[in-house]
């Protein structure tokens, strides 16, 4: 089974991390919820709370395929400020496994120089921070071991574009007509 991880931190736009987390579960795509917080407790930027899994502290990433970043604000600052997740971030990148992000996120691997290269997609006008890359404006991007995609209304096309990378073009494509989705 594949095993992904999104990162909650206070401010996560909702629509982008639990849209993503619904389709992948029921894509049995195993996804672990990490707060970067100090408790489990998290609050999205619309004020509602959820219960992340776990926390970052003591979080066992062996096995894991992908990391999932979601956008929002602050949550994206809080994110970009959390040195252990970035330092994770890092050592995915360096042994080429893959790292998805939405909206907002995708600068904190701009930032870090990791897009440098690569086609990218984020949140308008966050483009300067995706520093090195070409930004593009289409829903969803994949460049080698980064999807990145564009805000809370393209999150069902990201969360379909990691279950495309895990199970392939027809899976997804299944999934999204389960929930009756189109493009």
């Known amino acids: 089974m594949q095993k992904t991880a999104i ?3 206070d401010g996560f736009e909702e629509i982008e991390a639990l849209a993503v987390v619904d ?5 049995k795509i195993d996804v672990a919820m990490v707060s970067i ?5 998290v609050y999205g930027s619309h004020g509602i709370a959820v219960e992340a899994d776990t926390v970052i502290e003591g979080f066992d990433f062996d096995g894991v395929d992908m990391l999932i970043l979601p956008g929002g604000m602050p949550g994206t600052t809080n994110l970009d400020a959390c ?10 990148n360096d042994a080429g496994k893959m790292l998805a992000a939405i909206c ?10 990791l897009l440098s290269g690569k086609r990218a ?4 006008g966050r483009e300067p921070d995706l520093l090195g890359a070409t930004a593009v404006t289409d829903k969803v991007v994949k460049d080698g071991n980064f999807i990145t995609s564009r805000g809370a209304g393209t999150a069902i096309d990201f969360a379909l574009a990691i279950i ?14 389960k929930i009756v989705y189109t493009a």
């Open 7 to 9: 990162f909650l931190a």
């Open 83 to 92: 040195e252990p997740l970035k330092a994770k971030i890092k050592e995915f």
């Open 23 to 27: 389709l992948l579960r029921r894509a």
């Open 37 to 41: 917080m100090e408790s489990k407790s």
């Open 164 to 177: 495309e990378h895990f199970q392939g073009v027809n899976a997804a494509k299944d999934m999204a007509e």
């Open 104 to 113: 907002a996120a995708p600068t904190v691997y701009g930032k870090m120089g």
């Open 121 to 124: 997609t984020c949140y308008p």
